[in-house]
């Protein structure tokens, strides 16, 4: 079993110090009897069943099938060969190594040289032994080299590779060789019987187990270029399959919710819903007035609504939440309303208050920073159903808030909370919709299935259509694709860091113009303190370049009174720049705000930027943008800048945003650990997503048992976040 055999990477020099001999390691990693390091890092990487080893795939492959003899080896080759070592030493010239050299049986030379070696490179290689090498030969005046190949002893008569070797991915503790057995031995167990019946497969496509293990182990006539470029059909077929679980995963959970129960909302003529509408300063638009009705629909039915609500920044989707939360109230529920900071919980509080107390409603506020006898006064209200209507930020979804007959959920800006707090806020609404005075409720319908409540999501980022039809199968979308009227267009300018006192001077003039300006300050993830004095510093130097005017500050460490106080100031208009860090990243609404400058703009994401330069434009005054970047910019800088400078339309945006991360990233799905889909891709096999959506409801209807193994197979325990 213990062939020593080292693949390429060499211990580094602190290892070699400290005595450390990866050879020593790999014996004791075969005993049983604690988790060795390769096994906890195979976990790590998700490899814990045989089915997912079986489908871990390789990044390319190492053609071992041959021995190249050494007089044919030219410069540059990547090649294997055999012979036997002649000489072995180590060099203390210059830099300690060690040499060894080889004789192949056409008496050909080769020198093998390691910089960094184990005493096992010197065992293992001892003179008189026959050794299998592979590397990158360099031929100088000294002859033939190779600098740290992979090697091992072998016999005259050891067999050669029967197939191309398989480099995995993998990390620093799971050595390829240790993943390499785990996979075969994986791929031999594995439980790779067919689960679709073979006339739903596309034609052309090879079964699952062929494929596999034709991946794994390719022949040597394989051709290279179809299989690193997964237009070969082993690679079709495993794409298809991942697309197929995915998307039986999404309308099975569709399906799913068909069997619960909702209470049905209806709001009552002439009731809150009426006169909330005739109250508002201003009159919907038509895209407004649509995407209500389908929300008043959703909830008038009794299985629970699932709907995304997209709109661009400043489409006015708070007022249509506003409109959905009247409904649920005029029957009889209440509404529970949350937004990812306590800036925006706070904003919409104010606006809902405006415009529902008049109308008679209670509505309560909890967030993190709501505490003692207010934040129990405002728990009492919400439990006992006083409370028709409680806004906040996630602080909503703990577990020490009760309802009294919460009927429906909103979220906005739902894509800025994690995975885990939307799996979190699902479990809850179900847990609360178990309520006594909930299942009494009016409006539930007959019937023993569980109850949820409805729940609104709300999004200025646009999900693109074909992520739309893959992750978000189980989601009915509405959008909003007309802006209020009398908003005038954003002019965006880009600026190196070197003309940011052009930059100061313009906004001197705007201000004087009777403008007002919002200056974001970079995001330095790392540090929250740095973050800060980038903001402090600017705010002196605005300060004393603009005497007379009042520059303000705005940042995350605040006090929530404080940042109440600055806010206030500035969107009653005496205070003329605000500088802050993104804390006004997400839905801050002053429409009398028409410049926004954003520093170190690189270092933003699309959608940042996007939702950032979305603070402006929202009064009848030209707005302008200003993104000033500090130079040299990366490749998807440049795009990023490029993308802001050329368009304000937001889906436009989120689709170049697509183009630039790739959907893991875009979805977030980094923070979740769960990679969403690893083979295919959404663009470029299309074709492929189109078949597996159409066969998904098939198979669900006539095969619901190989509906189910293939979405075990494929997705194991990340069903639960697919739904998220
Ligand atoms: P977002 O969709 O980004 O959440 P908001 O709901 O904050 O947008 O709305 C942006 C601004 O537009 C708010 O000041 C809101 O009161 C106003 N607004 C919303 N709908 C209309 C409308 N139909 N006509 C005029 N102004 C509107
Ligand atoms: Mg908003």
Redesign the pocket.
Known sequence: MSEARSTVPSPSPAAKRAGADPGERATAAETPIAKSAPQKAMEKLGLTRDIDLALHLPLRYEDETTLTPLGQARDGDTLQCEGEVIESRIELRGRRQLLVKLRDDDGALLTLRFLHFYPSHQKTLAVGTRARVRGEIRVGFFGREMVHPSFRKVEADTPLAASLTPVYPTSAQLPQAYLRKAVASALRRAPLDEVLPQVLIPRGLPPLREALNFLHHPPPSAGLSTLEDHTHPAWQRLKFEELLAQQLSQQRAQRERAHLRAPMLRGAPGGLHERLLAALP????GA?RRVAEEIAADLARSQPMHRLLQ??????????AALAAAVAIDAGWQCALMAPTEILAE?HFR?LIGWLEPLGIRVAWITGSVKGKARQKMLDAAASGEATLVVGTHAVIEDKVRFHRLGLAII?EQHRFGVAQRLALRKKLADEAAGAAATAGPGVPPGSGPLEPHLLM?S?TPIPRTLAMTYFADLDVST?DEL???RSPIVTRVFADSRRDDVIEKIAAAVDDGRQVYWVCPLIEESEALDLKNATETHAELGAALPGKMVGLLHGRMAPAEKAAVMSLFSGGQMQVLVATTVIEV?V?V?NASVMVIEHAERFGLSQLHQLR?RVG?GSVASVCVLIYTGPLSDTGKSRLRAMAETTDGFEIARRDLDIRGPGEFMGARQSGAQLLRFADLQEDAPLLSAARALAPKLLDEQPRAARLQVERWLGHKTEYLKA
């Open positions: 201003f009159a919907l638009t407004q709109g661009d920044v400043g489409s006015g989707k708070t007022v249509v904003q606006k906005d709300m200025a909003i209020p009227p009398g839905g609404d429409p979305g929202r």
